[in-house]
């Protein structure tokens, strides 16, 4: 049965998370907007102590916990809705500030990569430490700096060692969200992606878990960026790093017809993409109701079921940006309601990726040009959220990659007949 | 909880109305279209599929519940097959739908069960209006009462079926607020004009109806003598649009998809370009959205959510722009051969304008 009835964790969560945004995230949004590279502790050692209390470990719903659960769940016979929860915290935590919400303590990507790809005993070794005292952080590293959405092009090479069981990295990797908050400031790990055969192109991309202390890792500058500010942007030399031989994720075995490897490494996308679709929602969100809360103020509301010729140019776009947002969430919770009820999802994964970077990108650019003088000045937190909002479409694949990945999708060809 | 599946029951019904609109509908829709209508065959057969029957309830004659999702889902896949045939076969909607939502016991009792009951007949409403801020909540066709009954006034056009209309479900002005009155199309002062053309559903008859001094007796008046709120049927009407609006986006979304796909250019299909391939997956985005959102407004206002009202109008306005930017695009994807009659494109694109006027045409 279609159904959009918010189930009932979900609207107590939500209700929960809106007090931390309101009062722990917009206070200082601006504050480490202007304060680049400082970190915010009071927001992550709180989120900590929170996630701690409320047995929430990493941030990627764990099958593990479920299967722990199985009887409870069984005699409550409720469809599983971790991801849903996830889309909700996400775009509320953004909703309150994007850039503070990237600095949440918890697995973030890597984890979400270990969850995806990982083995039992992966999960449990490297999942575990999001529980312990002092808050963790988990970062994925991918992006090089000649290639970016062209991950097949990586370069960063892994090498298995005989004599010691271990792979051995070397290479370069840029844009790790959070990398510095991973490998310095926490004892958490970045999942790093290589080549274990530059000569198989894709087949030979593995993900490789990196963990903080290893020898030839560093991070070796932090980016300076138009928006996000609070989160740290970091670059990642490896040379000559040492990993056990089971940090991989997933088969080191290489089948040269086929990107299973490969394939299986980018599913994780498909539980990603919807949750940073999520983050883009928030954001606009916001921006939606900071504009309709400066109109009010100017005693301006907003006329509803007025046929278009007969409404103000205002009234026009803010219904547009009601209309681009509303239904940009709705395939947000489409597609985390596939992931939460094991239907493959890469189509609508990319679809809600691609339609959230847009709109969050509308509106927030049309915000900022209807509130005029105001919406550019930074008294106002307009101006910020659209530097933050021009992310969405870039990171976790950009607007283009997804476009080809919905494009792929619909007309059912491989990327060597859609390149 | 969140679903995105419909029941059972709902996808029975999906499927029958999908068989009829591409073995019938979409079959003889270009030749609707030039004609100026379908074969009185054709409508009978999409009324048989029991959508708006299936509407009523079995003590007006009918064999279910009324369910704006269902319709939704209906008429989405009717007007996969063509708009102009999906307004045809429910126009009896537009006069037993109101009634059934705002109508009063005896109102129900009288007119539902000979329309639930019987074949497809030609009831319906006037609601348009010739004036380009046509306002479902301002109209300029007055009601005045009078000697204890009502006078109507006034200009309609884009009535379907009116030349052989059994009763009017006319709309009108009552001391500012908006009101229905069932008329029968033999009272003096109802006038049937000529048939009119228009940009597109040229395979449905519409006609211009004008209401000189035209009396109504008060029990006529929608709801008896104290009327009634016709918020949810403007509601009804909205989703229509919307889900219809889908319909025929879905329909050119996928021809232009499967033209592209066998189309050669360069040595390769013209889908594998990506100026085409990004193209169709933002129609594809766009399509899949706005379905969400019109579904989303369905279900609030089955489930009367104080919000329902905004939410239908926001699906509304969302399909409009989304069917004329896909169906633009579908054309443009067949390039000179989408502009040419023998393809569909060109009539979807001439449909897809008309999801902001034709509102009052088409319900759930």
Redesign the interface.
């Given at each position: 049965m279609i159904e959009f009835e918010m189930p009932k964790p979900i609207a107590q969560q939500r209700y929960v998370l809106q007090t931390i945004a309101e009062n722990m995230m917009r206070p200082v949004s601006r504050y480490f907007d202007e304060h680049e590279h400082e970190i915010p502790w009071d927001y992550i050692n709180f989120m900590h102590m929170a996630m701690r209390a409320t047995g929430a470990g990493s941030m990627a719903p764990s099958s593990e916990k479920k299967e722990g659960a199985e009887t409870e769940e069984k005699k409550e016979k409720r469809p599983p809705i971790g991801y849903q929860m996830l889309a909700f915290m996400l775009e509320m935590l953004s909703w309150g500030d994007v850039g503070i919400y990237l600095c949440t303590p918890g697995g973030g990507l890597g984890a979400a990569a270990v969850e995806a790809a990982g083995t039992p005993e992966q999960k449990q070794k490297f999942l575990a430490r999001f529980s312990e005292e002092k808050p963790v952080f988990a970062a994925m590293a991918m992006t090089e700096p000649h290639c970016g959405s062209d991950t097949s092009a990586i370069r960063t090479t892994a090498v298995l060692d005989r004599n010691t069981n271990e792979w051995v990295l070397n290479g370069e990797k840029i844009f790790v969200t959070a990398g510095h908050k991973a490998l310095v400031e926490s004892n958490g790990f970045v999942v790093v992606w290589a080549t274990i055969d530059p000569s198989a192109g894709r087949a030979g991309i593995r993900s490789f878990v990196v963990e903080a202390g290893t020898p030839g890792v560093k991070v070796t500058k932090l980016e300076h960026k138009m928006g996000i500010r609070a989160s740290d942007t970091a670059s990642i030399v490896l040379q000559d790093a040492r990993v056990p031989f089971e940090n991989l994720l997933g088969s080191p075995e290489i089948q040269p017809d086929t990107s299973k490897g490969f394939k299986g490494a980018m599913a994780t996308f498909d539980a990603t993409r919807p949750l940073v679709a999520a983050t883009g929602v928030g954001v606009a969100r916001a921006t939606l109701e900071l504009v309709k809360e400066l109109l009010a103020k100017q005693g301006i509301q907003i006329r509803y079921g007025l046929p278009r010729s007969k409404l103000t140019n205002i009234e026009r776009e803010i219904i547009d940006m009601e209309v681009m947002l509303r239904s940009a969430w709705l395939l947000v919770l489409k597609a985390v309601w596939m992931a939460d009820n094991r239907k493959p999802n890469p189509l609508e994964a990319s679809m809600a990726k691609l339609r959230a970077g847009d709109i969050v990108t509308k509106i927030t650019q049309r915000a900022v040009e209807l509130m005029g003088p105001i919406g550019y000045s930074r008294d106002y937190l307009l101006e910020k959220w659209f530097r933050d909002a021009k992310i969405t479409d870039i990171y976790e694949g950009t607007g283009q990659i997804n476009r080809l990945v919905v494009a792929r999708n619909i007309l059912g060809y491989s990327g060597r007949e859609l390149r | 909880?969140?679903?995105?599946?419909?029941?059972d029951e709902?996808k029975m019904l999906i499927d029958a109305v999908n068989r009829y609109a591409l073995n019938d509908l979409r079959r003889k829709a270009h030749e609707a279209d030039e004609g100026y209508g379908f074969p009185q065959e054709i409508i009978d057969k999409g009324w048989q599929l029991g959508v708006l029957q299936g509407s009523i309830p079995e003590t007006y004659g009918g064999f279910g519940e009324h369910s704006a999702?269902t319709g939704v889902l209906a008429a989405e896949e009717m007007s996969y097959g063509d708009l102009a045939g999906t307004l045809a076969v429910l126009t009896p909607a537009l006069f037993a739908l109101p009634i059934l939502a705002c109508g009063s016991e005896e109102q129900k009792k009288t007119y539902l069960p000979p329309i639930a009951e019987g074949g497809w007949q030609p009831y319906t409403a006037a609601c348009i209006e010739p004036f380009?801020?046509?306002?479902?909540?301002e109209m300029r066709t007055i009601a005045e009462k009078k000697n204890g009954h009502y006078v109507l006034r006034g200009e309609k056009i884009y009535v379907p079926f009116a030349n052989e209309a059994r009763q009017f479900l006319v709309y009108a002005n009552l001391e500012g607020r908006t009101q229905g009155f069932i008329v029968d199309p033999n009272t003096p002062g109802l006038i049937v004009g000529e048939r009119q053309k228009t940009l597109g559903v040229n395979a449905l008859p519409i006609y211009k109806v004008s209401l000189e001094d035209v009396i109504v007796p008060a029990e006529r008046r929608l709801g008896g003598v104290n009327g009634c709120d016709l918020n949810p049927v403007?509601d009804l009407m909205r989703l229509a649009m919307a889900a219809m609006a889908v319909g025929v986006s879905r329909a050119a979304f996928e021809y232009s998809?499967d033209y592209?796909?066998e189309r050669e250019v360069f040595g390769v299909k013209v889908?594998?370009k990506?100026a085409i391939?990004?193209m169709?997956?933002?129609m594809?985005?766009e399509i899949?959205?706005?379905r969400?959102?019109t579904?989303?407004a369905a279900?609030?206002v089955d489930k009367k959510r104080e919000e329902a009202?905004?939410?239908a109008?926001?699906?509304h306005?969302?399909a409009v722009?989304m069917a004329m930017m896909v169906t633009d695009r579908a054309v443009q994807i067949l390039g000179g051969h989408g502009y040419i009659r023998e393809h569909p494109v060109e009539l979807w694109m001439r449909n897809g304008r008309g999801f902001?006027m034709l509102t009052g045409l088409g319900i759930i």
């Open positions: - | 909880m969140y679903s995105f599946e419909p029941t709902q999702l380009f801020d046509f306002d479902l909540l403007f998809r592209a796909k889908a594998q990506q391939a990004f169709l997956a933002e594809a985005t899949e959205a706005i969400l959102l579904w989303e279900w609030m009202s905004k939410q109008y926001l699906a306005i969302g722009d902001a």
